[in-house]
T-cell receptor, first 115, second 113 residues
Framework: AQSVTQLGSHVSVSEGALVLLRCNYS??????LFWYVQYPNQGLQLLLK??????LVKGINGFEAEFKKSETSFHLTKPSAHMSDAAEYFC?????????????FGKGTHLIIQP | KAGVTQTPRYLIKTRGQQVTLSCSPI?????VSWYQQTPGQGLQFLFE???????NKGNFPGRFSGRQFSNSRSEMNVSTLELGDSALYLC????????????FGPGTRLTVL
């Protein structure tokens, strides 16, 4: 069975500071990993995905994540936070990559940006 | 290209009633998945449909059901509603290939009184 752990339900950073959101996963097979963002009253938007092509994945809005198999981690980073980054972020894992087995999500991390 | 659309966006029902939610996937997408999002349990996979067939189902009671039509549109039904069914129900569509992104709709907010 696969699972995802996101450390920290709330993370607060100052505008312009580094954003680091942590995600650890467990999977019995090489996983597909995703980061999604959710703004209030909206659905989920894909930030980036890891599909075994490259361990450092670049996504939209300046976000990137590094897959570390030895640490079973897929942490999300952004060098400089912007006020518009304030949202809920979800890490997800899938063993098939597509919809067939569904995505298993972490509990989410609420990112707060201080002016 | 139009995104995933879900109707209605908001719904209020009372305990014991049943409800049907609708999802129209992105044109050309043949897989539709449903998720339930609650503050307590987070995002949980309900089921996935492809070519009018349910391929996988999450750990939910039989009161939760769904179907997919030949045009890939999907509906989910919840019978005998309980207070705990209050949630945001999200639909996502994707192409068939295994590493394709799931595109999510805005969700239907269901409140059970």
């Amino acid at each position: 069975a696969q699972s995802v752990t996101q450390l920290g339900s709330h993370v607060s950073v100052s505008e312009g500071a580094l954003v680091l959101l942590r995600c650890n996963y467990s999977s019995s097979v090489p996983p597909y990993l995703f980061w999604y963002v959710q703004y209030p009253n909206q659905g989920l938007q894909l930030l980036l995905k890891y599909t075994s092509a490259a361990t450092l994945v670049k996504g939209i809005n300046g976000f990137e994540a590094e897959f570390k198999k030895s640490e079973t981690s897929f942490h999300l980073t952004k060098p400089s936070a912007h006020m518009s980054d304030a949202a809920e972020y979800f890490c997800a894992v899938s063993e098939s990559g597509g919809g067939a087995d569904g995505l298993t999500f972490g509990k989410g991390t609420h990112l707060i940006i201080q002016p | 290209k139009a995104g995933v659309t879900q109707t209605p966006r908001y719904l209020i029902k009372t305990r014991g009633q049943q409800v049907t939610l609708s999802c129209s996937p992105i044109s050309g997408h043949r897989s539709v998945s449903w998720y339930q999002q609650t503050p307590g349990q987070g995002l949980q996979f309900l089921f996935e449909y492809f070519s009018e067939t349910q391929r996988n189902k999450g750990n939910f009671p039989g009161r939760f059901s769904g179907r997919q039509f030949s045009n890939s549109r999907s509906e989910m039904n919840v019978s005998t509603l309980e207070l705990g069914d209050s949630a945001l129900y999200l639909c996502a569509s994707s192409l068939v290939q295994s590493d394709n992104e799931q595109f999510f709709g805005p969700g239907t907010r269901l409140t059970v009184l």
